[in-house]
């Protein structure tokens, strides 16, 4: 599969800084810009995570890997965007990106850019960068129940004073029907599912 982050070799020039009015959800399924692949964006503790979602061509591998035990590990559901953490005062976010076109981790920030694009960008030696835009393709994606430790259980219920009627407990209401698939979640139809409890992202943030 390609994954083309770097269409050619730039100065890093001016930077194209969004207002608050302008903030966006970085989450959500985003289609690269070739089309070739939907790479989801969910923040995992603390930190925003991307990983392939979707190929457009099924059955890819990551061969151009150098480490020469992950060359035949799929690349869906493999981490692109890794441990990107929000830069202070912008709606930006700086961590690595793994570019599967030639196997190589580069330093990166994604901005989003209105509502539906997210602009990626990776650099060599902080100065020579490439880049490009996503469109999005799925909603924002809620906080992960990876991240919910600790989280108040429900309470339990207050025991009936002495003397009180219980009321009769309702009839069993009728069957629903199966709930719609929300952003994320792993079903027939989405191999992937939440990107947090993927080993290689939950290893890493654990």
Known sequence: MRLALYTGLILAGGCACLTPALAADPTGDWRVADGVANIRVAQC????????????????????????????????????????????????????????????????????????QLEIKGCVMGFLCGGETWTRVGPPIPLSTANAKGAPKSPAATPKAAGTTVAAAPAPAAPKAPAAAKPGQKGAADPVGDICLLPEIAGFAH
Do not use: C, F, H
Not at 47 to 62: C, H, L, N, Q
Not at 81 to 98: F, N, R, S, T
């Open 45 to 116: 503790n603390g930190s925003m995570w991307g990983a392939v979602a979707w190929e457009k061509k099924p059955g890819g591998r990551d061969e151009n890997n150098p480490d020469a035990s992950k060359k035949n590990r799929p690349t869906l559901g493999m981490a692109t965007l890794i441990d990107m953490k929000k830069k202070p005062g912008a709606e930006q976010w700086e961590g690595q990106v793994y570019n599967a076109q030639d196997g190589q981790i580069y330093s990166a920030t994604i901005t989003p850019v209105g509502t539906d």
